[in-house]
């Protein structure tokens, strides 16, 4: 039996080994069990397995060939050959298990290669980029389609070299070739949005069979941005968005059937599927280790429904960290104290929001709101772990802050310190994590090559190629570090006296989120909605830029809430805000105060 | 090749060629003479006596002789190896290094004069 299982044992030596030696191996073995009986018996086995790891590396190591008195002279003629020195040739297990192997290793292989490269922080290594670090940024450099994004991060990385050395370490750009998320819908809709279905369909219907011949004119047929919006735009309202302005196309007749077919390839006609704000947010997270939500600064009923948000029962069961632009590194240790329960001064924490780099008003009140949410909500559940906020912006102390040389390295590099904080306290932690900063931050489509053409064609309709729209600086960094993201923007009805779709917004239950993909609110102009009628229209759509809205409230109901002026003028802080618009700006601002209209209407605008 | 492998000399080659300056033997044979040499501390496995037979093949210093003819039946399968004049040399050389070692340690006041 022992014998046997030898013999067995001996398969994994060298076939040259066994041919020579497996005869006087066993042989060995046999005399072996003769001589030694009890407990030597037990130690030959001990023996065989410790043989078998000093031996078969020995075994593999000779080349079996020098005894063999083969000939390697050179071929007589001079002409080159090759002698085979295995005589045996293999065998067909040999050849099945090397090439299940070989499969094995190659399909691995392929399968970690085409997995994102998950981001670990490398402790020790001194802010320097490790050489796999260097060839990703190389290599994601040389693909990234934006140049100028690109061009202006170096610029960026070159400007603050060495001022922030208490910075994490910048990490490399991430892959131009990161693909728009999938947008998973958020719920299976409502009768009010099966009625607003039949009623876009019938304005399509009318809005083809009223204006089709002029809009041959207006668009050609290719699949560019200024086509679809046009065509977004007419079904819409009827009219035509330009700068903030609208443009009727009042036409009578001719080449409706085929602008009806063509039409019916571009325009979504799905209905949006509206689903309680919060508990869509909350139901992201099963499916998304990120949420990005992209804020209005200031306004009062979004922030509200953020601190309705993280008190919802289940938030904190699902969501780890909270991520905000509102937040200076330099507080994060009195913040985690606070929101965990602890008795801190409310004038300490406060600085948290109030010494953010960026800021040249007096800091609104409704981020403290959210401060306080957190610390309430992580009290209400005493021993759990609670929601953890993380300051998003760069730990720039003002009181060293004397001109705008010494603020300029914090200042530029706000957005890779946002995404290093997630990277490093979101990610590598494998948590959860809702971001919040301004929606330009995230916006997709955001680029600046993007913003510069807007600009020279006064955000008229132009012709962009909707394949160069990609995620922005935060998110595609965040997708290479392997997170999966989802966007959701706020946003409102502010295209007021365009159509019937302020009433269609209203009679939403809000406050809604609303994905954004194959329905008519996608395909609205991203702007003015998402800035509540700030910024002129603009050729990209909301679905180009986010992956959903948040609705919740129209236009005239929000507001933008400040600080009194009892609260600023003529206190420390006002007067260090005002040294601190001098550095930012040059020179002092008035201050808003108190409560305004957030949405400023597009005639308004205009003027 | 061989060489390479067998510089620095491994203790089993050495033990090998130990067992094997007193005379031809078998492999089960130098099994027991190294074990005995090495008061039980060192009993080698087929694969590490063989892997080392072979390395020691084929670096010349031992070789692979004929039976002797006072073999009883029940052993002719076996192969008997003797020590060569270089494996001789080699070893003895070893030998050497060893003693060189074990001057230094007594001088060094590791080791006693116990050992020789």
Redesign the interface.
Known sequence: MSEKM?TRLLRI?PST?RK??E???????R??LHDETGFKRV?LWW??V???L???P??Y???????EAMSLSPNPDGIPSFKVLDKEPLRRGSILVGGAVSLTAIAAFGFVLSRPIAYLPISGSNGRMSPIESVLEHLNRATTSDTAVSDAQEATESASAGALKQQPRPWPAAAATASKPETPALGSGSKKGASEQGRVARIQTQNLNEHSSHLVALSKPSKTISENIMWRSFLINGNVLVNGQTTDLTISSGNSNSLKDRNQSLIPSGQPQLENASSAMIRLFQTHDIVMFGEVHDSEQEYEWLCQLVKTPGFSDHVDDIVVEFGNALYQKTVDRYVAGEDVPFDEVQKAWRNMVADAEPVSPVYGWLYKAVREANMEHPGKRGIRLLMGSPPGDWSKIKNSADLAPYETERERWYTQVVKDGVLAKRHHALLIMGAGHFLRGHDQALQFELAAQQHRVVSIDRAHLGPGNIERDLRAAGAKPYLVVFGTNTIDNRGDVDKRFDSWPAPVIVPLSGDWVGALPAQPVISGGHAPAIPLTLADQADALLYVAPCSALQTAYLSKADVDGTPYGQEMIRRDIILLGHPVSFPYGTHPLCVQPQQASR | MPKRKLDPLPSVAFQIMLALADGDLHGYAIMRQVEEQTGGRLRLGPGTLYGSIQALLEGELIEEIDRPDDTEAHQERRRYYRLTAAGRKVARSEAEKMADVLRVARIRKILRGDYV
């Open positions: 030898y030596y080994f020579k030696y005869g006087e191996a066993l042989q060995l073995i005399d072996r130690c023996d065989l410790t043989d078998l000093v031996g078969l020995q075994a190591r000779n080349s079996y060939v020098a005894t």
